[in-house]
């Protein structure tokens, strides 16, 4: 009875440990990707320039409220109250609309610039793991992971770094 439960018992730890042994695992470093791909490049240049574009607009309204702030520290000891509190207020205005552009352009995860960024990158990353999966199925693995993601990847044995496979299938795709 010993020998048959035995046997049953190897045979059981046979079939699991097999299938486990013959999953394949491998990983991408999508900073690479997306620093060699020509039009995440592109993409890349074109949220940069946007950004650029809205911080010299913001740099514009600073130095105008800063030359506005700076006139009415002159002008102050001669002005009577209505006067004083007019521009004061102007200033106020001036300011928060410099507050509520930054905000609108910049805020983290609701400002514009990542909407653009989604907008920009989207095609982009479809294609890329469009051809992760492909190169994936090909290599036939299992699971892939993003070496330069959140997940920690403490250690990664370069055979099965998909990084520039994928890069490659990207250039064949138009």
Known sequence: MKKYLLIIVVLFLGSVLVPAQTQKIGYVDSQVILAQLPAAIKAQGDLDALSSQWSAHIDTMTADYQKALADYQKKATTMNDKEKLAVQQKLVNQEQSIIDFRKEKFAQGTGEIYKKQDEIFGPVKTKIYAAIK???????????????GDVVLLFADPEYDLTY????MLKTIK
Do not use: H, I, Y
Request: hydrophobic letters at 45%; proline letters at 0%; a neutral charge.
């Open 134 to 148: 492909e190169v994936a199925k090909k290599e036939d693995m299992k699971f892939v992971f993003d070496k330069a």
């Open 165 to 168: 496979k994928v890069l490659d």
